[in-house]
């Protein structure tokens, strides 16, 4: 099925947003830091796909998920929203393993753990 591959990411990307604003974890807590870090992983990632796809490392191969649009040889459509995601993603996981760190500290201070 064509385009299934980036249905699934906006989806999942979706459903990551709702948990990041619903416990304020990346772009709700801070903004301006987390987007500029969601570009800058993005950006850099991209740059390390052209890396690759110039050295023939990296090649598009045919996947009957994936929609067929090309935004440069060998790098589909779907690649950067995946990027954004992965960097969005790293944001969330970072910021939630931060605050259950902060919890379980503060639990064993106040001697409840």
Same mark, same amino acid.
């Given at each position: 099925?064509?385009?299934?591959?980036?249905?699934?990411?906006?989806?999942?990307?979706?459903?990551?947003? &709702?948990?990041?604003?619903?416990?304020? +974890? =990346?772009?709700? %807590? /801070?903004?301006?830091?987390? @987007?500029?870090? !969601? &570009?800058?992983?993005?950006?850099?990632? +991209? =740059?390390?796909? %052209? /890396?690759?796809?110039?050295? @023939?490392?990296? !090649?598009?191969?045919?996947?009957?998920?994936? +929609?067929?649009?090309?935004? /440069?040889?060998?790098?589909?459509?779907?690649?950067?929203?995946?990027?954004?995601?992965?960097?969005?993603?790293?944001?969330?996981?970072?910021?939630?393993?931060?605050?259950?760190?902060?919890?379980?500290?503060?639990?064993?201070?106040?001697?409840?753990?």
């Amino acid at each position: 099925m064509p385009g299934l591959y980036l249905l699934l990411l906006l989806v999942s990307f979706a459903g990551m947003i &709702v948990l990041d604003a619903r416990h304020r +974890l =990346a772009l709700w %807590a /801070a903004p301006v830091p987390a @987007g500029l870090a !969601v &570009v800058i992983g993005t950006v850099f990632f +991209l =740059a390390w796909d %052209a /890396a690759g796809i110039a050295t @023939g490392v990296f !090649v598009r191969g045919d996947s009957p998920l994936l +929609l067929g649009i090309d935004l /440069a040889p060998h790098l589909p459509l779907e690649e950067p929203v995946f990027l954004v995601f992965l960097c969005h993603l790293a944001l969330v996981v970072h910021a939630a393993a931060l605050r259950l760190r902060a919890r379980r500290r503060t639990a064993r201070e106040d001697g409840t753990a």
